[in-house]
């Protein structure tokens, strides 16, 4: 059997930045792609979702933190620091401890899920919680980053680009080629960026050798109270129930507009309703538990195939940024927001089976 050993040891010879250093890895990626028969009848194209709840910490950004930690170890760092909406706190925390230095993490202030507020506080992080959105703690990390001896591992750090390209890769590994389409939410955009710099090096665009024939086109969602690039301005007061990408102004909106636009792609907008109801659709008819931000990719292609531009018989990839146990609450919703509770029963066969409707 192959064990996987961490995507900077699987793609050492795709990360020549990573040459060198001692590397610091939970084994991240290697993450399923799964076909998705429901979705795929819904829009008539062969749909496959890949599962980035999956990773160490239940999130993509373990494939960045991987590169990130493992580049400060190489220059000596004893300190990382990023600002968060919750799971890329989980994720340096994590890999900042598996490596010995310490973690500081800037999250705002009742705006993160408990399960990734948790993560952060179990690894040991100092955690702040700020007076201020995800933007106001990002901008607070750089001067802090700018000033103090303390290594900034948001995906405004190269290496985390680099460590998230690997998931392109691994799609690619899989289908044999890119996929016609590719579906991700979009929050600070260092996600879309990283996928679209994978891809792009794996079709040989870039010099390296040419795995797939082809690129996809890069369909990015944003939630509707929080899409700066989709409105084109950045918004003050960013407002999602998805709140892993509550965000007003997006660090790589740059380069999410030049994957958009070079690969032919498009950003646009899910609401929180269309969030909630591909969140339910995931769980409920996939099998897949997802937290309600990751479910964006998925309302998005929805939201496509009712305006028709999706193409019959093509190949789409979702990737579903982040695990369902992070953010459990909204599963224990109806889709009008009622309470569900569980039935109770006492220790007898007959009301137990009453209860679960089984004929006799
Ligand atoms: N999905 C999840 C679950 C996320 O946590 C994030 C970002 C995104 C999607 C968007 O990815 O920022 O690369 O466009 N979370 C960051 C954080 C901001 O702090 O955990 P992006």
Redesign the pocket.
Known sequence: AHLWRGVIREYADRLPMLAGAPIVTLGEGGTPLIPAEHLSELVGAQVHVKFEGLNPTG?F?DRGMTAAISMAAKAGAKAVICA??????ASAAAYATKAGMTCGVLVPDGKIAMGKLSQAIAHGAELLQVAGN?DDCLTLARKLAESYPVELVN?VNPARIEGQKTAAFEVVDVLGDAPDIHCL????????TAYWKGYREYAGVTGEPAVATRTPAMWGFQAAGAAPIVRGHPIDEPDTIAT??R?GN?ASWKQAEQARDDSGGLIDMVTDEQILAAHRLLSSREGIFV?P??AASVAGLLLMHERGAVPAGATVVCTV??HGLKDPSWALKTADGADIQPTKVSVDAVSAAAALRLEG
């Open positions: 999130s950004k968060s909406t919750g799971n890329t706190s995800f995906s939410p979009v929050g600070n955009a260092g996600n879309i892993a990408i965000i997006p937290e931000g990751s940024t982040g």
